[in-house]
């Protein structure tokens, strides 16, 4: 008979395989956060294209049209200007999952063979590591892209204009990502051979 608290020696176990418990998961999470972000660290490239992409943005557009007057050359100028903000920052985010979320995609699909953990918790991790980045490219833009061109100096639409960028941007890595997520197919052993 066997006692509680004792395994057989023919069973095996996984350290932190298949179970679906909250702290597994939480465990899991916080691992793959870590390790994404070791990845980003270890790049220089990879760090720097994701803090400054939205503050190289800022200052051409700072470059090219500094301070706007209210006259109608002012006033087309900044229609302009919010043309391009609204547009920019969906293509920086999808510039930045096209060039980072490969690598991370192979190696969940090498992992994912061996069941260490399931999709949805990949992509809420990878989510979650962006979001910093993201958030400080938000921030930087706001900074230097509100204030420095000149518009209505109030706190609250420099948060609602940060906001909407942060949002832009989260919505281009999510677009790249869903498209990337499906465009790779795992090669089975037969093709490897052939």
């Known amino acids: 008979m066997r ?3 004792k395994r057989e020696d023919n069973e095996h176990t996984v350290p932190w395989g298949t179970e679906f418990s909250p702290c597994v998961l939480l465990y899991k999470l916080i691992l793959l956060i870590h390790r994404m972000n070791i990845n980003v ?5 990879a760090c720097g294209m994701r803090s400054t992409v939205g503050l190289m943005f800022a200052l051409m557009l700072f470059a090219f049209i500094l301070r ?10 900044r229609i302009g200007l919010l043309f391009q903000i609204v ?5 920086f985010g999808i ?10 995609r192979d190696l969940f699909y090498r ?6 953990y399931h999709p949805a918790l990949f992509i809420l991790s990878y ?8 958030t400080f490219t938000s921030l930087l833009f706001g900074t230097v892209g509100y204030w420095g061109i000149g518009f209505f100096p109030d706190a609250g639409r420099y948060v609602y204009f940060t906001a ?3 949002v832009l941007m989260m919505q281009g890595e999510s677009i790249a990502v869903m498209i990337l997520g499906t465009k790779y197919t795992v090669p089975t052993q037969q093709e490897r051979t052939t």
């Open 3 to 5: 006692e509680l608290g």
């Open 41 to 45: 660290v270890r790049s220089i490239r």
């Open 68 to 77: 706007l007057k209210n006259d109608q050359a002012g006033m087309q100028n």
């Open 87 to 91: 547009n920019g920052p969906t293509y």
């Open 95 to 104: 510039m930045n999952a096209v060039d980072l979320f490969p690598t991370l």
């Open 111 to 116: 992992e994912s063979m061996d069941g260490l």
């Open 127 to 134: 989510f979650l590591h962006v979001l910093p980045f993201t």
């Open 164 to 166: 909407v960028f942060l």
